[in-house]
């Protein structure tokens, strides 16, 4: 029943938050619902839990925090950044190319589709809640949770640095190369996959091995980042930029390391 229930919430939801991007011209209002529909499936999980079981478990509540920390954040971020701009460049293409019923396909193809998205990498919180475990690991759930607060400071401290850079217009133009922009090409995408792998272990801390299904979550995340709509789309913006070109060579793609020596 918690996976119809939250199947139920987050059509719901991508379908308000559908309603006011048509009302607002704005498809880019999809980004800014991404995080908040973790918290959508957080709190159906737990009123279930409630209502199902008397009580809330513990993993479940300390997901549930992290994920609105996450959520919030995220949806404040993408949220400041739309204030007094039009659609984000992917979504104005999308609008190109949708010849036939535009609206109905922003509908399906975005918003739907990021609701059945969130529905499958939320899958550690629904299992947890399904399961209703005690902790049986302990341990676990520290140093996931220390893993999650580590991501999360990864993409957030990314995240502002972009947003510095960019608000100085010395910089219009120019490509973001210090901070931890030095160390990845795409840090704020490295740190949101490691947030979603320390999810997933802290609901291993349950002890149930076919709980191991919700290892799609961080898997999925991550493909879409790295080879999806994340990285790509992206990279294939700046491929005849030469000084973005030349910051390829010497910057790893995804995960944080150490420049390259290019002689």
Known sequence: MIFLWNALSLVIFFTLVFVIAQIRKQNSLADVGWGLAFIVVALTSSIFSFIQYGYVNDLLITMGILVTLWGLRLATHIGSRLIGKGEDFRYKNMRKKWQKAPVLQAYLKVFILQGVIAYVISLPMQLVTFYNPEVSFPWLVTVATLLFLIGFVIQAVADF?????????KNKG??????????????????????????????????????????????????????????????KRYKDDEAYQAYAKVTSKFILLPPKNVS
């Open 161 to 169: 640095q972009l947003s510095a850079f960019k608000s100085n217009p």
């Open 174 to 235: 120019k490509i973001m190369r210090t901070g931890l922009w030095k160390y990845s090409r795409h840090p704020n995408y490295f740190g949101e996959s490691v947030m979603w792998f320390a999810l997933f272990f802290i609901s291993l801390a349950g002890g149930v091995g076919w709980l191991l299904i919700g290892l799609i979550s961080p898997v999925l995340i991550t493909y879409l980042l790295v080879k999806v709509s994340g990285v790509p789309l992206l990279e």
